[in-house]
């Protein structure tokens, strides 16, 4: 067990909705990673957020977006969804908010978009 | 803008031999990160390099970092099928916040 919480595991909607994904990062950790894992694909970065604050910015769709709340927790927000969104999204979280320190991931939520 | 690589994309073992996988940069990496993956789960942390040149070993696996801090490998001794999944190399640029992961190698062993 990483310490990292995902809900909800699984996610099924249509085209053209939106949903919103959450993370609850380690006890401890305060910066949080969301990454992209499609079909037999590697794990794409979306967006880094340390201690509220975005940090650094991959290659993030503008229908996508993200908040790091007071607590540490975060959501991924995918509106406007299409079928090229059904995906593995995964958040991780590490200590401080250099990449120095390993990164724990959660057990993702697998999206499907029909 | 950054691109790790990884070679091979897959690797078909018989249970007991050796496998390899290797991981470039093109630009240097502060650090080199090594995950793995098992089939429907999530990335795991193996091991983490900083200086150039710096060898690790953890029972079977050994991993490596190279001179230029821009390449590493993973060696694993007598692979079993406990070692089966995908094995990721993941290095942050050295300017910017982003642990870029490589494609990983996905490896099978056959019993």
């Known amino acids: 067990d990483s310490g990292v919480t995902q809900t909800p595991k699984h996610l099924i909607t249509a085209t053209g909705q939106r949903v919103t994904l959450r993370c609850s990062p380690r006890s401890g950790d305060l910066s949080v990673y969301w990454y992209q894992q499609s079909l037999d694909q590697g794990l794409q970065f979306l967006i880094q957020y340390y201690n509220g604050e975005e940090r650094a910015k991959g290659n993030i769709l503008e229908r996508f977006s993200a908040q790091q709340f007071p607590d540490l927790h975060s959501e991924l927000n995918l509106s406007s969804l299409e079928l090229g969104d059904s995906a593995l999204y995964f958040c991780?979280?590490?200590?401080?908010?250099?990449?120095?320190?390993?990164?724990?991931f959660g057990n993702g939520t697998r999206l499907t978009v029909t | 803008g950054q691109q790790v690589m990884q070679i091979p994309q897959y690797q078909h073992v018989q249970e007991g031999e050796d496998f390899t996988t290797y991981c470039n940069s093109s630009?240097?990496?502060?650090?080199i990160q090594w995950y793995k993956q098992r089939p429907g789960g999530h990335p795991v942390f193996l091991i983490q390099l900083v200086k150039s040149g710096e060898v690790k070993k953890q029972k079977r696996l050994t991993f490596q970092f190279g001179e230029a801090k821009k390449n590493s490998s993973l060696h694993i001794t007598a692979t079993q099928t406990t070692d089966v999944g995908t094995y990721f190399c993941a290095g942050p640029e050295t300017s910017y916040d982003k642990v870029i992961f490589g494609p990983g190698t996905s490896l099978s062993v056959i019993p």
């Open positions: 991780a979280s590490s200590v401080g908010p250099h990449p120095n320190s390993p990164l724990h």
């Open positions: 630009t240097t990496l502060s650090n």
